[in-house]
């Protein structure tokens, strides 16, 4: 299989974000929502300021109602589907889309064109 193993589909429960550390940097530098057998990838950086990390805690990604991805920073929100600032300081800005394949064991692998060394 190519690609860098990310984790199971089953390890992320339905409706749910998880963050991810594939360098083994110390710092999760990946986040991904699923929803059914649905899922969304992004770098764990907002656009607000360039690296800065989503989450205030582990896992902390999304918002109460589960429908949009915050970051503990300041506040802004971003649409699930796009990954595109959609209420706060970086309006109409966007998180980073990773391509990943999900193949029928429900592995979830980054695509070898994910150059992780760019990866905050
Ligand atoms: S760093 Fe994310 S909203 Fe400011």
Redesign the pocket.
Known sequence: MSGHFLCRLDDIPDGEARGFDPLRSGQDTVLAIRRGRTLHLYRDA?P??GT?P?AWRKDAYLNAQRDRIV?S????QFDIETGTCIL???LGQSLTALPFTLNDRGEIHLTTDTNLETLP
């Open positions: 907002c607000h300021h800065t989503m970051c920073a300041h506040g802004a706060g300081p970086c």
